[in-house]
């Protein structure tokens, strides 16, 4: 697994597109239970008598069911899963991409904005990590996580997004007013 992230920005916002790269194993795997579970469930199916069973046949295609979707979203995620987070000096907006969908764009507003950095793996010399984006209180001042990296990304891009971060929002703030990076 070596996970691809783009950075770039314009004058007001930040866009960030991290895609997945999962091992090719785990992808053939998650198939073949995919592939045997779809086989019970048409059993499941075929085979009972709905009619005799009356309501106790609905959790009995319902669970199946709900199992088959959560499973066929995760192979997807794992063989097209992107992260798009775009952010500015008053939102930032995330939404994720699984191929043939993708989720509904969630905005999130922020006060002050903090970015933490926190590497989580290595792979072939290189480290990955996750980014998690914090935002303070307007009345309380405590911190909250408002958005934590779903896909993750390595050294050099994290510093890129702190980079470009810090210009695209030193421009309409100073230090004072609320920005800052920390690193761990």
Known sequence: M???????????????????????????????????????????FV?????????????????????LFFFIRYLLWNIYGQEHIIINSKSLTYYYCYGFFRT????????????????????????FGRMSFVSYDANTNLPEVI???????????AAKVQRLLAKVIFTEYSEEKGFRIFDN
Do not use: C, W
Not at 47 to 67: H, T, V
């Open 47 to 67: 085979s009972l008598d709905f009619k005799e069973m009356g309501k106790s046949s609905i959790p009995i295609i319902l669970i199946p069911a709900a199992f």
């Open 147 to 157: 958005h934590k990296t779903a896909v993750e990304i390595n050294d050099p891009t």
């Open 2 to 44: 070596k996970n691809q992230s783009s950075v770039h920005a314009d004058e007001l916002n930040v866009f960030i597109t991290s895609e997945i790269k999962s091992n090719g194993m785990g992808k053939v795997i998650l198939s073949m239970i995919l592939s045997g579970g779809f086989m019970l469930f048409i059993y499941l």
């Open 104 to 127: 509904q764009a969630t905005t999130v507003l922020h006060r002050k904005l903090t970015i933490d950095y926190i590497v989580t793996d290595r792979v072939e010399d290189e480290d």
